[in-house]
Structures are given as C-alpha cells and as structure tokens.
C-alpha cells in the first residue's frame, strides 16, 4: 500500500512521448534473436556434450586477455541531475522548486555533487574507489531526438560513413572471438551498438535459451541430433552457423543444469535489470568468453511526475538500479578485477523542470564507470555550471565527449587501439581507469 502523499509510478504508455515509447523497451533494431547465432566465429564448434561444448568455447577465447565490457543503456533519456545532483550549485535549486534533491537528503559525494538518496547501496562502492562518475557527458551533436541519438550513440562514429554499431567493432578488433563475445542480455534482439559483421548473440535469460519446439531435454537431444546431420556436409556458409547455434546451446544447457548461486551473499532486486545483471555475473564466472555485454533498462522518460527524491517514479527506478548494480559486484567478487560496466544513455534532461513535475529532452548528462580497474571515487569532467548563461539552449552542456570514456576503456582495459573501433576519437582521456598489468 502506498501512502496518500506518493504517486504511481507513470508508465512510458501514458506518460513517455511516441519515441520514448519506441526506445525504452526492446531495441527498434534486431540482427539475431532467440536461440540464434550466426556468423563465423566458433564455426568449428559441433554439437557436443555440455562440458565439451564449454571447454570448447572457453578455448576459443583464449586470444582475448582484456576486460568483458558491460554496457548499460539507461533508455529514454534518464536525468542525470537527479541521478547526480549537483546540490552546491545554487541554480540547479532555482530550476527545480519540487524536484530537485535537497541538500540535506543527497548522498554526499564531494562540495558540488551527491547521489540520489534511492542509490544508497552504490556509496561503498564509491568509497571504496569501485565507482567513478563522469558529469556533463554527452554527443558532440545533439538532437534531443530518441531516435537519432540513440543510434548515433551506439554507431559512436559521428561525421563517418561508418554504420556498424561500436560493439560489433570492438569484439571485431578482438582475436578469436568465440559465440559469447558479443552477448545482449535481457532481450530477444540485440542493439544498434552490436549491428555489423561479428557474430552477436541475444538471450532474454541464460535458463529460458533454448532450442525453439523443443519442450524437454529429450526433444531438444532429438532435434539437435536431427540439425547436426542436416548440416553435417553443407558449406560452411550454411553450417557454420548451424554448428555454432548448438554448441552454443550446449554450453548454456550446462550452465542451466549446474543451477547458480550468486556469490557474497549478493541479493538481487526481482525485475529485468537485477534477472540481466545476475545472468551476466554467471556467465563472466563460468568462463564462456565475454566480451562485450548489452543490457538494456527502459521507463526513464519523465516528462511528468518525476516524484520527489523519496518518492515517486525516479526514487522507485533508482531503488532497483542501486540494488541490482551493488548486488553485481559483490557477486562478481574478484571477477570484478576484469570487468567494466559503463552506463549510456542517449541524452540528458533539461535543467529547468515543466509544469507537469517532470523534465523534457535536454543534453548533456552522467556516466557510472565500475570495475576492478575504475579509479574511483570521484566525479571526473569539466562541470560548466546552470546559471542560465552558461547552458546550451537551457540545457547542461556536454563538456565530456561520451567516446573519450568509452575510448579509456578500450584502451586500458581491453588492450585495443580505439581509434579503430570509435574514428574520430578525442584524445582527451579522464584517468578514471587503470592499466590492466
């Protein structure tokens, strides 16, 4: 039961605008979905028993010795001045009378910024210099379109003809990349950042990835016995992605059969976020080759009734997120040494809230970069300030290139030179990452 004083959390039905709708859910773009896998990686793979099939797999990333990248895509738009309020900043109070942060309630960062009270169980993690922040992050050109930002953000390749998504190029620029390199978590479809030649794999959930009409584990050995042989003697145009959608399948089926327990005592937070992130910690774990992770996480459209910092739409979204990103890294525990999550999303809110207790299309933005190797505990970026005369047509300008983040992970993290997989990078860089040894 809800008190009189809290409001219902809105739904992007009735409340986001038309391509908010569109962009929160699944991605408007799917290369593979379900139990599919194309592409030549892991081609040599044939259908084996699930231990062969995961040491098979394992194998074949060997080449690989940098992080497994997460990416989380905060879709619609979240507001980053709520997420990280600038709370000594005079004027982020002019602009927002009902729903700013109060000083008073923010989790303390340092002089100018705090943490969304909701994000309580990130604090450790700051303290401890497992989380960095990066404010005022945005696109070098803005259109405050869903739409268009979304896929230039995950293309990441502005002024190129370039039309590949940036994952699909980092697993690209990568050796050896087995089926599991390029995974999206939490969905039947991948992204735009995974759009391209590598090989991509899409799964709402490690225990639902299955063999489609197959209802029991005799049916699935049936059927898998039955594609083996159809595709024993075809070109490897036509069987290598057969070969490798049931190696595939074997690995996951092993995965399902030995049941997981998140680690440390982790608990997560019941929904999609909290179901991604632990399937992801399950697979870094068993080994099976990631390298770059999608999860997607929707509903941040908040035109109206955002609700106050204890309350109310944004307060209940960031509750899960603190919850399920938290529980991520205790249950990674010293996995945690060789990932890196780093939070997007395709624009920011504008300073000013509207009359309907919400905030429009706006610009400039955060990022959360956690990890083993995050130099953190610190808010990195130029802040520009919200007096009026110092926003970009009433928004948070954007002094931080998102790429110049995301080209420090490429680069420390995963060993790859990142000209090659974002071109035109900047080459100003935050030193919120260590140097994997």
């Known amino acids: 039961m809800t008190s009189p004083t809290t409001v219902p959390a809105p739904t992007l039905d009735a409340c986001g605008c038309p391509e908010g709708r569109a962009v929160s859910g699944v991605s408007r ?25 995961m040491t098979r797999l394992t194998f074949a990333d060997a080449g690989y010795t940098g992080d497994t990248v997460v990416v989380l895509s905060f879709r ?189 005592g982790a608990a997560y937070p019941s929904g999609g976020l909290g179901d991604a992130l632990r399937d992801t910690a399950r697979l870094v774990k068993a080994g099976v080759g990631l390298r770059a992770v999608t999860i997607d996480s929707g509903n941040w459209d908040m035109h109206t009734d955002l609700g106050r910092s204890d309350n109310g739409w944004m307060a209940r979204q960031l509750t899960e997120v603190g919850k399920a990103l938290a529980a991520f890294m205790t249950d990674l525990g010293t996995a945690a040494d060789r990932v890196t999550l780093v939070t997007l999303s395709e624009f920011g809110r504008r300073v000013s809230e509207n009359g309907s207790g919400g905030v429009d299309h706006g610009y400039g933005n955060f990022s959360f970069v956690l990890g083993g190797g995050v130099v953190g505990g610190s808010v990195y970026g130029t802040w520009p300030g919200l007096a009026p005369a110092n926003l970009q047509a009433g928004d948070l300008k954007a002094t931080t290139d998102y790429r110049s983040v995301l080209g420090e992970i490429l680069e420390k993290r995963c060993g790859l030179t990142a000209s090659t997989v974002l071109p035109g990078l900047p080459s100003a860089r935050l030193g919120l990452l260590r140097a994997r040894p």
């Open 76 to 264: 619609g738009g979240i507001d980053g001045l709520s997420v990280v309020a600038p709370v000594g900043d005079p004027a982020y109070y002019t602009a927002r009378p009902t729903i700013a942060v109060p000083q008073a309630r923010g989790l303390q960062l340092d002089a100018r910024f705090a943490l969304h009270p909701a994000l309580a169980p990130l604090l450790p993690l700051y303290t401890s210099g497992k989380l960095a922040v990066v404010h005022a992050v945005g696109q070098p050109n803005p259109t405050r379109s869903h739409f268009t930002d979304l896929d230039e953000m995950e293309r990441a390749a502005p002024g190129s003809s370039v039309r590949t998504g940036w994952l699909d190029r980092m697993v690209g620029a990568t050796t050896t990349p087995g089926p599991f390199a390029g995974t999206a978590i939490g969905g039947s479809t991948t992204p735009r950042s995974m759009l391209g030649p590598s090989a991509e794999l899409a799964m709402r959930s490690v225990d639902s990835f299955s063999l489609s009409g197959a209802w029991d584990a005799t049916e699935t050995t049936r059927w898998s016995t039955a594609l083996r042989a159809l595709h024993a003697d075809a070109p490897d145009v036509v069987g290598a992605p057969a070969r490798t959608t049931l190696g595939t399948l074997s690995t996951v089926a092993a995965l399902h059969t030995a049941g997981y327990t998140p680690a440390g």
């Open 29 to 53: 773009r799917g290369v593979l979905a379900g139990a599919t896998a194309l592409g030549a990686a892991g081609a040599t793979i044939a259908l084996a028993s699930p231990a062969e099939a």
